[in-house]
């Protein structure tokens, strides 16, 4: 059987004394937390252990005894030691010993009440205490997910890690301390501590309580019964930069609260909004700089209306095709005109609104580039929302074509079956014959001849705004991914795990140190760390958008039959 | 700690070495093949001369340079993510097996398995490609059933060493887990 015992690298040297830590029965290994040295008086131990175990809920004892002789190994002081073992009872005692400065020590264990005489082996792993108290264990993804039979099938290296963790107030006295008890352990030259870290945690508070009183201020605003009529509602429930604000205003909610972050994830969470608020305000205020320096914003809306007019013109253009021979394809003169000039029509109407706005262009985008300071999602998100605007007239031609196409299929289709002479049963959802009278069938297959040789006009009219739909659509949607990226990037999690990479674990790993024979198993434990990839996929902040779960085929059925398609839906509106 | 030469499941020279350290302690390292001086020059040679007919044939002088950077990076790539030097199973009794993989650049890449995890080490057999091969993987207990395996870890999947050299490692790895049968304290 064989014995495990954890020993900090930082008590390597320490001056003789005894051990303290947790004894792990089920595992048979003991974590040595700290060395108490001499003089001490045993009951001032006990009484300080028993206080720790209160605090900390992690049962520590005193496990043994350790000594470092500078010079030959003292009989008298061995036999010292071993009589500590009889004040302080624990069972197995070990003990540790390491003359001058010798690697190799000598570790052996004191059994009183053992059945069998033989000698276990020891295993000496070191450990780096102050990465491993740091250090958070993460779970394999899958497991993670079962929650039941977490308690007693808990990992062996998480009680370890647990151990280390909770035991940071016996850490907290440092050697010049003027207690009774004096100890050695990671941290005791000194308590570590940073001003600018202090400081910060004291500003913190009244900036945290300021921001709450700003933020319900406005949601306030938001929440009044103003903006609630339907219109307007209408309006911002269609603008994305509303939702991208709206998201915002939620994180900016969860940071100014004054709840401390009770786990690992809430506080990383907490990190990470807050890093992203920041690089995302700060790309915000590069761009708006970049913007305003040399009057762009001034360009850009000097060009924003001969762009939109060059837009219509090309559609005119088109519409002139369509209406002559597009492709050497033969259309239906009459609805090819109709279809036309009603469209040429809708044209016109917005060009002259595009006109009428154009004065007001300039100041408009000028104040609506001043919110690109709240962050660059916000700027995404209006550039999307322009491009909304912008090509609304095409939005409205698709809608047209795709009902009027619709219509034609659904009209094609009944037609057919009456053609056949069947009809289709609503109440049993499936085609039966039907026995029609003759008046019935002639108008019937008349309407079918007609609709027959009308398809293709209204097919190409449908085809061609549809691929300038989802062309469209394709702009707008990797605007979104972007923005999707900037807002659930996990940046603090990614940063930590490049600079400080102990304190995302996701294992451990051993090294052999050097052997001597007759000495105990030396090995070196170190953490290993998470990869990148499961950083990001444990830490990513949830966005609001939620992507199309059809799959190809779907989407081209609806197109085939000309349903319209909403590819970018948001979370909370209801799917089609 | 002695090291034999084997081969590998395609004919190349591998050599195993085999180290005990303590009593429940044993560490087997396989050292795959060397990357070969003529299979990087051969690979260079072709892209440089095809870089060199793109140059006559377009009179740019980046597309030269652009092959020159793209063999350094490609190389570069190949060392740190590709290239397996040499891959190693140190088992030590009640603690658990570590997995490592040494990349031909330094990296290294360690999975640490539990004890209590380890279900077995067996010898099985894979379709690889147009072969039948042997692996050494480690089976993973499932936590809800006592006779299931959750996991299988396939081992030495760069290096593919044959059946003796498997055997050999087999051999090892049961003497430890053995020792674990027979102390039924340590769980």
Known sequence: MVLKVFFPSCCSSAESGILIGRWILEQNSAVILAVVHFPFIPVQVKQYLSEVQRVTKVSVSVLGSWSNSKQEKEESLSEFLEDLGTIFAHEPWIQISKEGDSKFWSCSTLQKHSNNPKEEEIILVYYDQRKVMLSHLHPPLDTATSTDRRADDASKLSAIFDTVAKSKILFMTDRYDDGPIKLTHWQSDGVEASIIVELMKQASVPACTLLTFLLSLISGICRSRVLKFWPLSFLWSKLSTCEQLGHRLQHLQVISSNKKAQTQTQLMRKANIFVSLLIDAALGILLMSWLYRKNRIGHLADTLIPVADHVAEELQDLLQWLMGAPAGLKMNRALDQVLGRFFLYHIHLWISYIHLMSPFIEMILWYVGLSACLGLTVALCILSDIIALLTFHIYCFYVYGARLYCLKIYGLSSLWRLFRGKKWNVLRQRVDSCSYDLDQLFIGTLLFTILLFLLPTTALYYLVFTLLRLLVVIVQGLIHLLVDLIDSLPLYSIILRLCRSYRLAAGVKFRVLEQQDGKPLRLLMRINPLSYGSVVQTYRLPTYSCYPKDSWTSLCKKLFLGELIYPWKHKGEKQD | ?187
């Open chain 2, 1 to 187: 700690m002695e090291e034999r030469p084997y081969r590998s499941a395609s004919g190349a020279p591998i050599a195993l070495r085999h180290r005990q350290h303590s009593a429940s302690c044993r560490e087997l390292a396989v050292r795959c093949p060397r990357l070969q001086l003529r299979s990087l020059s051969a690979v260079t040679s072709a892209v440089w001369l095809a870089a060199y007919g793109l140059f006559v044939l377009s009179e740019n002088s980046m597309v030269l340079s652009a092959a020159i950077f793209i063999t350094l990076i490609g190389l570069i790539i190949y060392l740190h993510f590709v290239k397996i030097d040499q891959e190693s199973l140190l088992v030590i009794g009640s603690l658990g097996i570590q997995v490592t993989s040494s990349y031909a650049s330094g990296k290294e890449s360690t999975t640490f398995i539990e004890m209590g995890q380890v279900k077995d080490v067996v010898i099985n057999e894979a379709i690889h490609m147009q072969k039948v091969i042997y692996y050494l993987c480690i089976l993973l207990q499932d936590p809800g059933d006592p006779q299931g395996v959750s996991e299988v870890v396939p081992l030495f999947q760069s290096s593919k060493p044959r059946l003796d050299c498997l055997i050999e490692v087999y051999k090892s790895c049961q003497e430890i887990l053995e020792q674990r049968k027979t102390a039924p304290q340590s769980s």
